[in-house]
């Protein structure tokens, strides 16, 4: 099983981004898949997961600015991100496990990809 991130870059304060990772190997669409950040120094943190019921959810810090979506023909999951801060600069990584229900915490997820970098300069 692999989870292939893709998209990240350099932008600047107030711009947007999206990020996909597509996922080979078995399919997740009756699972859970998501994405979390790290920034430099600092732990891993949730930042979004969408449910097999194509449900969101989304940390506080990035709650109405960014949006995800999964294609489970594609088995793709993708992360849009608008009006990009600064504080968002940090290595995004996607996460999926066909476990259920819906977690926060990245033990619960079963497979990672590789992580792509955001900077996003002021």
């Known amino acids: 099983v692999q989870l292939q991130a893709s998209g990240g870059g350099l932008v600047r304060t107030g711009d947007s981004l999206g990020l996909s990772c597509a996922a080979s190997?078995?399919?997740?669409?009756?699972?859970?898949m998501g994405w979390f950040r790290q920034a430099p120094g600092q732990e891993r943190e949730f930042v979004a997961a969408i449910s097999r019921l194509f449900i969101p959810y989304y940390s506080n810090s990035v709650k109405g600015r960014f949006t995800i979506s999964r294609d489970n023909a594609k088995n793709t999951v993708y992360l849009q991100m608008n009006n990009l801060k600064p504080e968002d600069t940090a290595v995004y990584y996607c996460a999926a496990t066909v476990r259920t229900p819906f977690s926060r915490t990245g033990d619960s997820y079963d497979y990672w990809g590789q992580g792509t970098l955001v900077t996003v300069s002021s």
């Open positions: 190997g078995r399919s997740f669409s009756s699972g859970v």
